[in-house]
T-cell receptor, first 116, second 114 residues
Framework: GAVVSQHPSRVICKSGTSVKIECRSLDFQATTMFWYRQFPKKSLMLMATSNEGSKATYEQGVEKDKFLINHASLTLSTLTVTSAHPEDSSFYIC????????????FGPGTRLTVL | AQKITQTQPGMFVQEKEAVTLDCTYDTSDQSYGLFWYKQPSSGEMIFLIYQGSYDEQNATEGRYSLNFQKARKSANLVISASQLGDSAMYFCAMLMDSSYKLIFGSGTRLLVRP
């Protein structure tokens, strides 16, 4: 149980376009979903926390208008990178909590975004 | 401020031997949880083990055990009988009960030698 999927796993786009990444909890209802960004050989950096039906809470330094988060249901959250630029290229990982015995987060497999 | 420190950027271990990955943390909260995650080259984060701040016994999950020393604020991961498949990045993380956010350390890359 406690499976989280992400789609797409890889995306390559041109500079200036927008990219949407989906995060789904497949077998449980996620009260909270999280979005992280990871640079090569670095740790995970929390971007934002989202709860179903409410606005996401962004971490300091993360542009809300750049990274749009929509948490439409208890099983789906989306991250849209608007007007993507090469510096937005990164590995984006979502996680969901709500099922774990220890209130742990279950992570999706990640999405590798490359902006040309 | 809350912080997780992993001082070993890389570690080697011989197959079948045990290895300890270090993790220290800093928090003023009384209630918190400590996690270890494994990240293989595929990128997915795999939950390994959890230790609650009020747990008196060290957590164990199969070949993984957590050496929790609360007074020293350390939560080292011990992997026994290393396998080639254990080669990966390992992250220590702290969950703040007050905010439900996970704070990650910088990670340790473990390489198991045959």
């Amino acid at each position: 149980g406690a499976v989280v999927s992400q789609h797409p796993s890889r995306v390559i786009c041109k500079s200036g376009t927008s990219v949407k990444i989906e995060c789904r909890s497949l077998d449980f209802q996620a009260t909270t979903m999280f979005w992280y960004r990871q640079f090569p050989k670095k740790s995970l950096m929390l971007m934002a926390t989202s709860n179903e039906g409410s606005k996401a809470t962004y971490e300091q330094g993360v542009e809300k208008d750049k990274f749009l988060i929509n948490h439409a249901s208890l099983t789906l959250s989306t991250l849209t990178v608007t007007s993507a630029h090469p510096e937005d290229s990164s590995f984006y990982i979502c996680s969901a909590s709500g099922e774990g015995r220890y209130n742990e987060q279950f992570f999706g497999p990640g999405t590798r975004l490359t902006v040309l | 401020a809350q912080k997780i420190t992993q001082t070993q950027p890389g570690m080697f271990v011989q197959e079948k031997e045990a290895v300890t990955l270090d993790c220290t943390y800093d928090t003023s909260d009384q209630s918190y949880g400590l996690f270890w995650y494994k990240q293989p080259s595929s990128g997915e984060m795999i939950f390994l083990i959890y230790q609650g701040s009020y747990d008196e016994q060290n957590a164990t999950e199969g070949r993984y055990s957590l050496n929790f020393q609360k007074a020293r604020k350390s939560a080292n991961l011990v992997i026994s009988a290393s396998q080639l498949g254990d080669s990966a990045m390992y992250f220590c993380a702290m969950l703040m009960d007050s905010s439900y956010k996970l704070i990650f350390g910088s990670g340790t890359r473990l390489l198991v030698r045959p």
